[in-house]
């Protein structure tokens, strides 16, 4: 099944068919309320705690609400083979594998170079950004932080897995339907809310700030499958809270064991946020892994230590009814279309 084809000036939005999400903005305050002096550094870094918060939660409420995706059958029709102008594609994979195969026109931005300034200057601001890479996994990372930023972004869902998977570094394999389970599991509220903080002092530098740090700490912001399959059967999954942004019947019909259901419109309130842990890894789950991605870096930008399930449920287990009205469609994204990639030819 495809989705009907756009014109220039709009762009398929696979999670308006998927989830039809809202996201509300809201503010934190800042200081301790129990009336004792401060010192001075102290007070300034709860300052900057409130207000990157309040930065990160305002810049990212339009994009969770209808996070943006472009399919590889749009972006071929549209974009590689009719040539309309009004968009922009970015290749965030590696140098190396940029030259091996790409989408045809793209511009080379190495994901772990999307903030540096000499990156952004190549983004145009009067036309769609169109972001591949190996999984779509990455994109959606780049598409969040872009959009926060104020570039009109979308992602390429599944990447070059579902362009050309020989193209592809890191392509989908078959899932190994994994056990899902319909038990609901509740946690405790009132943990409250990370904290972080940062030099910038306001705007777009906070976010820029917040998301290098996030890139750059040497962890992989990505966990496969089969390594949260043995976290969550260790010590009765103690050591991980997993995450399910599913909507709530979805969730029902079936989701990862021992996941908590926070539906993605409300991933992004005070009170959903007070109920993740501070010293645990957060592993977040959504339908293909994609929304999961973008929420992952929010998480990671309010100081949470949290990361996005690779192809996310149709990876742990395609044939779950948790996937809802729009199983078949995400089914067809890991098949292979065979597009034509261009390469770099070595001097």
């Known amino acids: 099944m495809r989705v009907r084809r756009t014109n220039c000036k709009s762009v398929t939005s696979m999670a308006i068919l998927l989830l039809s999400l809202a996201v509300p903005a809201w503010s934190l305050a800042g200081g301790p309320g129990d009336g004792t002096a401060q010192h001075p550094d102290q007070s300034v870094q709860s300052t900057a705690s409130a207000q990157l918060s309040e930065e990160i939660l305002k810049k990212s409420t339009a994009f969770f609400a209808a996070p943006p995706f472009m399919t590889a059958e749009n972006v071929y029709d549209d974009v590689v083979k009719g040539g309309e102008a009004g968009y922009f594609i970015v290749?965030?994979?590696?140098?190396?594998?940029?030259?091996?195969?790409?989408?045809?026109?793209?511009?080379?931005?190495?994901?772990?170079?999307?903030?540096?300034?000499?990156?952004?200057?190549?983004?145009?601001?009067?036309?769609?950004?169109?972001?591949?890479?190996?999984?779509?996994?990455?994109?959606?990372?780049?598409?969040?932080?872009?959009?926060?930023?104020?570039?009109?972004?979308?992602?390429?869902?599944?990447?070059?897995?579902?362009?050309?998977?020989?193209?592809?570094?890191?392509?989908?394999?078959?899932?190994?339907?994994?056990?899902?389970?319909?038990?609901?599991?509740?946690?405790?509220?009132?943990?409250?809310?990370?904290?972080?903080t940062a030099k910038a002092a306001q705007g777009d530098d906070l976010i820029t700030e917040r998301t290098r740090a996030?890139?750059?700490?040497?962890?992989?912001?990505?966990?496969?499958?089969?390594?949260?399959?043995?976290?969550?059967?260790?010590?009765?999954?103690?050591?991980?809270?997993?995450?399910?942004?599913?909507?709530?019947?979805?969730?029902?019909?079936?989701?990862?064991?021992?996941?908590?259901?926070?539906?993605?419109?409300?991933?992004?309130?005070?009170?959903?946020?007070?109920?993740?842990?501070?010293?645990?890894?957060?592993?977040?789950?959504?339908?293909?892994?994609?929304?999961?991605?973008?929420?992952?870096?929010?998480?990671?930008?309010?100081?949470?230590?949290?990361?996005d399930l690779r192809f996310g449920t149709l990876g742990w287990n395609d044939e779950t009814e948790g996937m809802g009205k729009m199983k078949a469609f995400m089914q067809s994204m890991t098949e292979n279309r065979n597009y034509p990639v261009e390469s770099i030819k070595e001097k």
């Open 91 to 196: 290749s965030l994979q590696s140098r190396a594998d940029f030259a091996k195969g790409h989408v045809p026109g793209a511009v080379n931005i190495p994901f772990d170079q999307i903030t540096e300034p000499k990156s952004l200057g190549l983004l145009p601001r009067d036309k769609k950004i169109v972001l591949t890479c190996d999984d779509g996994h990455r994109s959606m990372v780049a598409s969040l932080y872009f959009n926060q930023l104020g570039y009109s972004a979308t992602a390429m869902p599944l990447g070059l897995s579902h362009w050309n998977r020989d193209s592809s570094a890191a392509p989908y394999t078959a899932s190994p339907k994994y056990p899902v389970t319909t038990e609901n599991k509740e946690t405790v509220a009132g943990q409250g809310i990370a904290k972080v």
């Open 214 to 307: 996030v890139l750059t700490s040497g962890r992989n912001l990505f966990m496969d499958r089969s390594e949260l399959y043995r976290e969550v059967g260790k010590d009765g999954g103690k050591g991980v809270l997993v995450v399910s942004i599913q909507r709530p019947e979805d969730y029902a019909a079936g989701h990862v064991p021992g996941a908590i259901n926070i539906p993605f419109k409300q991933i992004a309130s005070k009170e959903s946020l007070a109920r993740l842990p501070k010293d645990r890894k957060i592993v977040v789950v959504c339908y293909i892994g994609h929304i999961g991605a973008a929420a992952t870096l929010m998480l990671n930008q309010l100081g949470y230590e949290a990361y």
